[in-house]
């Protein structure tokens, strides 16, 4: 089993690029911050700006910033721009039909995994990349 860590890393970033508003970062900058390879930034980077999350500019002086209002981005929205489907799965390999629990655990499951997932997306929807930066600011 692999957790993702793009929704975390995610968050990371664009709470980094919300403290400095107006001041493009550098891939390298913000991987200074995660602690891991500008690759794995700029992967991440692109996949915010096919969102239209963020966006860069190139050159000297260049880098990446926020190309929405941090006090409008919620993490429901971050969420569902990095990840791919539930964050609930089924087995990769379909139980065992002969199996009592084998033969019904999916559809027991199935719509347990759907309010949860709808709970998570609710809570998600009332905290803003604004409100992460201020709650930074407060602890700091």
Known sequence: MNVSTRFTVALHILTLLASQPGEPLTSEYIAGS????????????????????VSSRPGNGGGWELACNPGQLTLRDVRRAVEEGSPFSMHTQPPNPLCPVGKRIQGILGPIFCTAERALEDSLAHTT?????????HTA
């Open 34 to 53: 995660v602690n891991t390879n500008p690759v794995v930034v700029r992967r991440l980077l692109g996949t915010l700006r096919k969102a239209r999350i």
């Open 129 to 137: 990349i604004l409100s992460l930066l201020g709650s930074i600011k």
